[in-house]
């Protein structure tokens, strides 16, 4: 993954939330969003590579707490990039993504999806302020 430069933030969507509202977005895309603190533990139980995705986009904010919802910050920008992330099951048989086993894929949008084995748990798409 490219390191970020000045102006360019990594957003966490998550993919039952994309896949639930049918919602799309392609490189090149213009976007304005409500975003909200991400759960950095989660994006580290997942990626292979340790990756600071501070915010993530939320279909459902109105059911995060008080405290969450304070975090929000409105961003205006350019999407220039998409990562599909990828995960196998534990192999101990959970439902839970094995630890650090997500492979991130470069797409052009949320509907180009990569051929893959296990299942997209999310995205990360970067935007450009």
Avoid: C
């Amino acid at each position: 993954m490219p390191a970020l430069n000045d102006g360019e933030l990594d957003v966490w969507l998550t993919e039952w939330q994309i896949e639930e509202d049918g919602y799309d977005v392609a490189v090149g895309d213009e976007i304005t969003w409500s975003l909200y603190a991400a759960d950095q533990p989660w994006i580290d139980h997942i990626l292979k590579a340790p990756r600071t995705v501070p915010l993530q986009l939320d279909f459902y904010a109105e059911e995060l707490s008080e405290a969450e919802r304070a975090t929000r910050e409105d961003v205006r920008g350019t999407i220039i990039r998409i990562e599909q992330v990828v995960t196998d099951p534990d192999k101990r048989g959970f439902s839970m993504p094995e630890t650090h086993g997500g492979q991130q894929h470069s797409v052009s949008s949320l509907s180009d999806r990569r051929p893959h084995h296990g299942s997209i748990d999310g995205w990360v798409v970067r935007v450009r302020r």
